[in-house]
């Protein structure tokens, strides 16, 4: 055992240091920039048309329940869009301020807060979306029999589970490939940076 132990410990010492390559990290950040910008004039773009759309083609006038539902959708796509833009990576060129802690911990920041989006927000956004249109295919299916508009509620909900669920476990998985190597190497700057 105690053998096994000191193997350990001669293996764990021989480990080379990891090396922190500004540059490369600097790119990153650039490159996730450029991704989020893109990502929030496509959400900028695509929201007040979305909700311009269904304001226009829904009967929202002649029905209570079918206002309500727009009004949730609209809350739910601006809330995603409000934290979405306030996720946003500045670029920052000058890798003297790098050994600044407190910008370190800014970004760590921000990139956690996209992870936290991803992972917690977009379920609360598709429940929200759910509802919203459970309740207007409730009002405008209301001539169907009961098993028809059971069947077809319970379809469009598992649908649009199933794919939120999807595209969710899709962008956690991305941002475990972009975004964590750069959190983990601005974190052992911060370490380096306590020694």
Do not use: C
């Not at 900028?44 to 269904?54: D, S, V």
Request: without cysteine; proline residues 3%.
């Amino acid at each position: 055992m105690e053998n096994n132990f000191e193997d350990i410990q001669k293996l764990w010492q021989a480990q080379k240091p990891i090396d922190f390559d500004i540059n490369s990290l600097m790119e990153g950040l650039r490159k996730t920039e450029v991704k989020q910008r893109r990502e929030m004039i496509f959400m900028m773009l695509i929201t007040p048309l979305t909700i311009g759309f269904l304001f226009w083609s829904m009967p929202w006038r002649e029905s209570i329940g079918i206002a309500i539902s727009l009004y949730i959708i609209a809350f739910a796509m601006i809330w995603v869009l409000g934290l979405t833009l306030r996720s946003k990576v500045r670029k920052n060129d000058s890798s003297e301020r790098f050994s600044n802690s407190d910008y370190l911990k800014a970004h760590i920041k921000k990139l956690n807060f996209r992870y936290e989006i991803a992972r917690k927000h977009m379920y609360a956004y598709t429940f929200l979306l759910i509802l919203a249109l459970n309740i207007s295919y409730y009002i405008l299916l209301e001539p169907l029999n009961v098993i028809s508009r059971v069947g077809i509620h319970l379809t469009l909900t598992l649908a649009i589970l199933g794919f939120m669920h999807w595209q969710i476990k899709r962008k956690v998985k991305k941002y475990d490939k972009e975004l964590k190597p750069m959190i983990e190497q601005m974190k052992g700057m911060l370490e380096r940076k306590g020694d």
